[in-house]
């Protein structure tokens, strides 16, 4: 998809800033991004650009940074920047700074000056980038400033469902026909059925955010939770809402972790392992989602952790904050919040997974514009714990069906 990069850039003059160099700062210089352009220089060699798309290909002066650079410092006022750096160093700075970067479907190589020496880098968006980009003490190799925008850039899921960098920002109108559900909760929302032929299959209108924030087509596992990570009810649900509304593209922004309560998934709860802050995780991974959609509506299957003595009486103070601040910091005073039953199996525990699923279908009666699932009828894989494939695909259809229902 090769659409005009942006219309408006910033004036020279606004972006004569310093540009930090990892030995140093010194007082910008410029240049301009083409193929063969010479933009560096440093103690060991001096690099070029190759490979450059033509989608980056600009007369536009950019302040000259050094090649080793692990800093970067923007003008103010930016709704997004692009930057190149390697995808793992990139991963890097998404999981310890939690950037909302945008990965594109496009590439840039540094070259040195003989061709033997070749550095490939992915391109990425910041929105709304800060006035500098620290990565010292959590990246290895250099990052590099490519283009500026005022007015913002946006990344489309295309027919391939690989983001390309396009301009002049989505309407609503254009985000509207694209939409987005928040996938929440602990492992069997994140699925842990196994993997059949009939989850191989895929529907062109469903798409799913992979764990690098691109859009790909759905295909189960589409969480990455655990090692463990199966069929959910994630893209069940996608394509009986795909069906619902034939004109629309749906897009699934899996963010569930295993084993987890309710209060680690509140806001401000610490950091839980490897997966850091959930609750921060889930809203950043949304505005990177909102990018390109608007969000209809968020499901929640969560509670095996939970429903014991205790837990079950401050559920409901715990669960009506959570969508509270969800759709506050979305900025979704509306969407609707549905949530699923857990899975009543083993003798040893009935008793309080039955009364956590009694108290949690008076969720209606707490929040507004809710709805709960139930799980009545669904097997278990073998485990007592876990819903089996094909319950997952059943459960998917009745989020549908009842996210359907919310007024």
């Keep these: 998809m090769n659409i005009p990069f942006m219309n408006k850039i910033i004036t020279t003059g606004a972006v004569a800033i310093f540009m930090l160099f990892m030995v140093g700062t010194v007082s910008a210089q410029t240049f301009q991004v083409k193929d063969g352009a010479w933009p560096w220089k440093d103690r060991v060699n001096r690099w070029k650009l190759a490979d450059v798309p033509k989608e980056l290909i600009s007369d536009t002066e950019i302040p000259q940074q050094s090649c080793g650079s692990r800093a970067i410092v923007f003008p103010e006022g930016l709704k997004d920047a692009v930057i190149g750096i390697k995808s793992d ?33 992915s391109i990425f968006v910041y929105p709304n980038p800060p006035k500098k980009l620290n990565g010292r003490g959590r990246i290895s190799a250099g990052m590099l400033l490519l283009k500026l925008s005022a007015d913002g850039i946006q990344s489309t899921p295309c027919a391939n469902a690989v983001p390309s960098i396009t301009a002049p920002p989505k309407s609503l109108a254009e985000r509207s026909k694209f939409h987005l559900y928040l996938l929440v909760g602990q492992s069997n929302m994140a699925g842990r059925g196994k993997v059949e032929a009939v989850d191989l299959s895929i529907n062109p209108r469903v798409l ?10 759905a295909v189960d596992p589409i969480h990455s939770d655990k090692a463990a990570a199966g069929v959910g009810p994630g893209k069940s649900f996608g394509i009986e809402m795909a069906k619902k509304n034939p004109d629309v593209v749906i897009g699934l922004i899996p963010c569930a972790v295993g084993g987890t309560s309710v209060s680690q998934w509140q806001k401000g709860a610490p950091s839980t392992g490897r997966w850091g802050r959930l609750y921060d995780n889930a809203i950043r991974r949304a505005k990177i989602a909102m990018h390109d959609g608007v969000l209809k509506g968020i499901l929640w299957h969560q509670g095996e952790s939970d429903a014991k003595a205790g837990g079950i009486a401050a559920y409901q103070k715990k669960i009506t904050a959570l969508v509270a601040n969800f759709r506050k910091d979305l900025n979704a005073p509306d969407v609707p919040f549905v949530a699923g039953m857990i899975g009543v199996w083993n003798p040893k525990n009935n008793d309080p997974r039955q009364a956590f699923n009694d108290n949690l279908a008076n969720l209606p009666k707490w929040i507004p514009k809710s709805a709960v699932v139930s799980s009545e009828g669904l097997n278990h894989r073998g485990d007592h714990l876990h819903f089996s494939s094909a319950a997952q695909r059943t459960l998917g259809q009745r989020y549908a069906k009842a996210l359907e229902g919310v007024k």
């Design 89 to 121: 160093e990139a991963q890097k700075l998404i999981n310890s700074l939690k950037l909302p970067l945008r990965k594109t479907n496009l590439h840039i190589t540094v070259m040195s000056a003989n061709g033997k020496s070749k550095l490939p880098y």
């Design 208 to 217: 799913t955010l992979n764990k690098e924030g691109r859009w790909v087509v």
